[in-house]
């Protein structure tokens, strides 16, 4: 059976799909890339609200969660933040920073795709939307099934991410090609996500719907200093996010609703100089008046005085405040993760080149990978990486 033959065949047209190909296509590689989506770079356009926070200016290795978490190094080093922020800068795309060295699009999302497709033309790259691939067999030349027809080519980089935002066509299917490949797959689940609580909980924060503050957020050893979202299903917000990375079932996560000051002292300071006044209102000299009281009704001090109420009370106010021990009931799931941990699991990849080990001509990167980052521009860079070296190897 004859079929379409390329040197490069790029299984999804995302940030690391688009990456890889175009840097294949410049070194004089014949590329073919296949997505399901109707247009390419669709979790481009709609990312960090549609400005697409590209990189971050910290993004080490230090930065990404891995079984491996070695792994990342090489591809990080290989292909570093400031190559993507110069390509940006040749493009003439105007951007911004934003807090912890995040990078943003000052106009659309769509500049960063028309950025990415203007590369893979110049590496004379063709691409195919709206094409469904199956199944890819062989062991070098491969072929690649697909509802378009079948192609075959001497390397295969795998693109397709994981499962987050399944509106958007995610699937599964690095995951299940990888284990038809006698490859493993490490425990995936739902990062950068919401989390969710139990009734008595929810009650308490649903009512603060809409309220956000700078907090310290911590599990275990792992906290992250950020802004908490108070929302009608649980807590959200960037320090949240990062955390949900970190958490696994049955744990706590403490929250630190006003870092830097000791609540308790602050509290006791205010009896002595101001006994008549009701705790609802002196803690609102630190808090949202609607967080405050929400907070003081949750330790049973309403309508309290200060003069009216124990030390030891203000004491455990206080801990509430600087240490908000709440036990999530679980993630809102990859229905809002903005990435999937956990994936292929590095042990079968080459990190110099994503190739996989098992299988020469064989490639995964990007999302697929057993690698995620940090909120804030992270992910984007792990494609940019992941994809310029498989393009750099095949």
């Given at each position: 059976?004859s079929?379409?033959t390329?040197?490069v ?96 699009c ?8 028309n ?11 063709d ?15 491969y072929?690649?099934m ?17 499962l987050s935002?399944?509106?958007?066509g ?9 284990k038809?490949?006698?490859?493993g ?5 739902p ?21 956000a ?14 802004a ?48 008549r006044a009701?705790a609802?209102?002196?803690l609102?000299?630190l808090l ?14 309403l309508?309290?005085?200060?003069a ?5 009370a ?8 600087n240490?908000l ?12 993760a903005e990435?999937?941990?956990g994936?292929v699991?590095t ?14 001509g ?8 057993d690698?995620?980052g ?6 984007f ?14």
């Amino acid at each position: 059976m004859s079929y379409e033959t390329y040197d490069v065949i790029v299984i999804g047209a995302g940030a690391a799909g688009l990456m890889a190909a175009a840097t294949a296509g410049q070194r004089g590689r014949r590329v073919l890339v296949l997505d399901h989506n109707e247009k390419p770079g669709v979790k481009i356009l709609i990312s960090g609200g549609g400005r697409c926070n590209f990189t971050n200016r910290q993004a080490t290795a230090d930065r990404y969660v891995s079984a491996n978490p070695h792994f990342a190094k090489s591809a990080l080093k290989r292909y570093t933040q400031t190559d993507f922020i110069e390509m940006v800068t040749r493009y003439r795309i105007a951007f911004h920073e934003r807090e912890l060295g995040q990078l943003f699009c000052d106009e659309t999302s769509a500049h960063i795709v028309n950025m990415l497709m203007a590369e893979c033309g110049a590496g004379s790259v063709d691409i195919k939307c709206g094409v469904k691939v199956e199944d890819v067999s062989g062991d070098g030349p491969y072929v690649v099934m697909s509802d378009a027809g079948d192609f075959s080519a001497r390397a295969v980089i795998v693109a397709t991410g994981g499962l987050s935002i399944p509106k958007m066509g995610a699937t599964a299917f690095a995951h299940h090609l990888a284990k038809r490949h006698g490859m493993g797959i490490t425990e995936v689940r739902p990062a950068l996500v919401p989390l969710t609580f139990t009734a008595d909980d929810l009650a308490f924060m649903s009512r603060l719907t809409g309220i956000a503050v700078d907090a310290v957020v911590s599990c275990g050893k792992t906290k992250f200093a950020e802004a908490v979202l108070f929302t009608h299903r649980g807590l959200s917000g960037p320090a949240i996010l990062q955390i949900s990375s970190f958490w696994r079932e049955g744990q706590e996560i403490v929250v630190n609703l006003k870092p830097g000051t000791d609540v308790t002292a602050f509290l006791i300071d205010r009896k002595a100089s101001r006994p008549r006044a009701e705790a609802k209102t002196v803690l609102a000299e630190l808090l949202p008046a609607r967080l405050a009281e929400g907070l003081v009704e949750r330790a049973d001090l309403l309508e309290w005085k200060l003069a009216d109420t124990t030390n030891k009370a203000l004491g455990e106010l206080g801990r509430m405040v600087n240490a908000l021990t709440v036990k999530p009931a679980g993630t809102e799931g990859f229905r809002t993760a903005e990435v999937t941990l956990g994936g292929v699991d590095t042990q079968f990849l080459s990190s110099k080149t994503m190739e996989a080990k098992p299988r020469p001509g064989l490639y995964f990167i990007g999302e697929a990978v057993d690698v995620t980052g940090w909120l804030g521009g992270y992910n984007f860079q792990w494609a940019w990486s992941s994809g310029w070296v498989a393009g750099q190897s095949v």
